[in-house]
């Protein structure tokens, strides 16, 4: 085993067109990296360098203490494992096993050792006499594995290894494969273009795009943080819903411009409206909570009891902005799927929403783009206008467990937005039909022009 180190590599098949543009990355010992990106993005380039099938123009790749860059992919001890498996049809799955260690020359008895020691790992035992036209897909992949794992090699590099099998068996051999490194410590770097496999898989994942590194990180903080707009609309199915927004701040809350519509986020709990310690009913909290005001115009009152309905309201310079407490019924409507949390006036309760509130006024100035996860959208059936935004029901996808609500915005005229909700169970949605969308402050990502995350902590 080993750590692989790739230092400032570059790689450009014509002057001026970089398939790999200035990617360092730091692969610990025993660790499984995936690399993930869209085609042409550069990860089975780079993943072809580090085994020494390319050259870089620029740059040092090192595995373990020793710089290979000049050295052979033989003398470099790594294994690939190729999408179309490469094993030799006319020899038997023993003889595919044997074949990397007849070519070192090594004694019968210890390839014999070898080869029945990988055939155990792998499940391959009963199947050693069998030819590849005689064994499912799973089990040919099983065998590529094995082929490269036999050579007990530094590194092992995986280059889209499970595009050939079906749904079912691609989970199946995921599992397998995510087992296997588990069991035997080998430093793996994986590389696929489907983020389900990369999120699954990945002790840490690298996002390429274009030739560059966007992000690498462990697949939560990927999902959570991503650093900019590539990142959060490639990751996750569906991928977090990106739309074109402007947004300013009223008192101590925002306002988000989408499209023709406008809607208001409570963001921190400063008070109950006349300088004193918070007063708004928190999420479950018994009792009934005074909402604040902006600038001490709007009074709302919510019923924030356990169980109780909400009808909350508050506002930004006198209008509302927020919803009923949590547990309790919304006015306007049933709420489906997601996890309610009412809102205050702006300046009362707190509404979650952490990375508005680390917002400064000239990031605020600089969003371009608001970002919201599927899961995290809150669909409301009925006629609520606070705190919402308007949009059409385009079409349902019911996938039994979950449904997904695929809407547009709409008003106003400007380029239709598309929204996609996901909510648990099933949901009989017509198309066409008129739903209103809540955008949790704190769910919300925001990104500038060029597509880079705003908070305080990147």
């Given at each position: 085993m080993a750590r692989v180190?790739?230092?400032?590599?570059?790689?450009?098949?014509?002057?001026?067109?970089?398939?790999?543009?200035?990617?360092?990355?730091?692969?610990?010992?025993?660790?499984?990296?995936?690399?993930?990106?869209?085609?042409?993005?550069?990860?089975?380039?780079?993943?072809?360098?580090?085994?020494?099938?390319?050259?870089?123009?620029?740059?040092?790749?090192?595995i373990g203490?020793?710089?290979?860059?000049?050295?052979?992919?033989?003398?470099?001890n790594v294994a690939m494992v190729f999408q179309d498996y490469a094993l030799y049809p006319h020899m038997t799955v023993r003889r595919n096993l044997e074949f990397p260690l007849r070519m070192r020359r090594m004694a019968r008895t210890d390839i014999d050792a070898r080869v029945a020691r990988t055939a155990e790992l792998l499940g391959l035992s009963p199947l050693l006499e069998r030819l590849p036209k005689q064994l499912s897909g799973g089990q040919r992949q099983r065998v590529a594995m094995g082929r490269a794992l036999v050579r007990e090699p530094s590194v092992s590099l995986l280059d889209e290894p499970l595009s050939n099998?079906?749904?079912?068996?691609?989970?199946?051999v995921r599992?397998?494969?995510?087992?296997l490194q588990r069991r035997t410590g080998t430093t793996m770097v994986y590389v696929t273009h489907d983020q389900v496999e990369a999120m699954t898989l990945g002790h840490r994942v690298a996002v390429l795009d274009h030739g560059r590194l966007q992000q690498v990180a462990p697949p939560a903080e990927l999902y959570e943080r991503p650093v900019n707009a590539f990142?959060?609309?490639?990751?996750?199915?569906?991928?977090?819903?990106?739309?074109?927004?402007?947004?300013?701040?009223?008192?101590?809350?925002?306002?988000?411009?989408?499209?023709?519509?406008?809607?208001?986020?409570?963001?921190?709990?400063?008070?109950?409206?006349?300088?004193?310690?918070?007063?708004?009913?928190?999420?479950?909290?018994?009792?009934?909570?005074?909402?604040g005001a902006s600038g001490g115009n709007a009074a709302g009152a919510g019923a924030g009891s356990r169980g109780a309905s909400g009808v909350g309201s508050g506002g930004v310079?006198?209008?509302?902005?927020?919803?009923?407490?949590?547990?309790?019924?919304?006015?306007?409507?049933?709420?489906?799927?997601?996890?309610?949390?009412?809102?205050?006036?702006?300046?009362?309760?707190?509404?979650g929403g952490e990375t508005v509130a680390r917002?400064?006024?000239?990031?605020?100035?600089?969003?371009?783009?608001?970002?919201?996860?599927?899961?995290?959208?809150?669909?409301?059936?009925?006629?609520?206008?606070?705190?919402?935004?308007?949009?059409?029901?385009?079409?349902?996808?019911?996938?039994?467990?979950?449904?997904?609500?695929?809407?547009?915005?709409?008003?106003?005229?400007?380029?239709?937005?598309?929204?996609?909700a996901r909510v648990q169970g099933t949901h009989a949605l017509i198309p066409g039909s008129t739903v209103r969308l809540r955008l949790p402050a704190r769910a919300l990502h925001f990104f500038d022009a060029q597509g880079m995350a705003l908070r305080k902590d990147r």
């Open positions: 180190l790739c230092q400032a590599i570059v790689k450009e098949f014509s002057p001026g067109s970089r398939a790999v543009d200035d990617v360092s990355l730091d692969i610990a010992d025993g660790e499984l990296l995936v690399m993930v990106g869209p085609s042409g993005c550069g990860k089975s380039t780079l993943l072809r360098i580090v085994a020494g099938l390319e050259t870089p123009t620029s740059g040092e790749v090192r203490d020793a710089v290979v860059n000049d050295l052979s992919p033989q003398q470099r099998l079906d749904a079912k068996l691609r989970v199946q599992a397998e494969i995510a087992e990142v959060a609309g490639f990751l996750g199915s569906p991928p977090m819903n990106l739309l074109r927004a402007g947004v300013s701040r009223v008192g101590d809350g925002l306002v988000l411009r989408v499209g023709a519509q406008t809607v208001g986020v409570a963001v921190d709990g400063g008070g109950d409206g006349n300088g004193g310690p918070r007063a708004g009913a928190g999420a479950g909290d018994e009792g009934v909570g005074r909402a310079g006198g209008e509302g902005v927020g919803g009923g407490g949590v547990g309790g019924e919304r006015v306007g409507g049933e709420r489906v799927g997601g996890e309610s949390v009412g809102s205050g006036g702006v300046g009362g309760e707190r509404v917002l400064d006024r000239g990031e605020i100035a600089r969003v371009a783009t608001v970002g919201i996860r599927p899961e995290a959208v809150e669909l409301d059936m009925g006629d609520a206008t606070a705190g919402s935004l308007r949009a059409t029901v385009e079409h349902v996808e019911l996938l039994g467990h979950e449904t997904l609500v695929h809407t547009s915005l709409t008003g106003g005229g400007e380029e239709t937005q598309r929204v996609v």
